[in-house]
């Protein structure tokens, strides 16, 4: 009789385990909100969307020129002198056109997957407005914060 108490409890320890593994799995699903503005944006993605395709992580972005981040660490160096050189051709530097396959840039574009809990540099168009726009981006938390999520003060 103990034997079978036992099973049960396990079974029922396991079960609950598993809907509340599910249940913060389900309540991970956040919005990160940026404000983009032209010119170059430095931001950190803490939430993994899906799908993670590029063209369609950033399909709303009219105004969007490319995305930029680095992904592995085959240089020791921090940064570049000119920012007019730019980043492609540097070692470990990853990037995406938002141009028509027509365009040479969509022939060079090495980024292709959008990642959670990874920096990024945005470059918007010098045409989009210049107070910027709200770029929100849904997934599902990939870093977690000690303090928990700011909320906008009013």
Known sequence: MKRIKISTSLIALAIS???????????SEVTQTFTLRPGWNAIFLEVQPEPRDPAAVFAGLGDLDSVWTRLSRESTAEFIQDPSEGL????GWHAYFNVPESDFRSKITNLYAVLGNQAYLVKIKDTAPAGGFTWNVTGHLRCARSGGWPTPST
């Not at 385990?17 to 309540?27: C, D, G, K, P, R």
């Not at 492609?88 to 070692?91: A, K």
């Open 88 to 91: 492609y051709g540097q070692p």
């Open 17 to 27: 385990l598993a809907i509340n593994s599910f249940e913060v799995q389900a309540q």
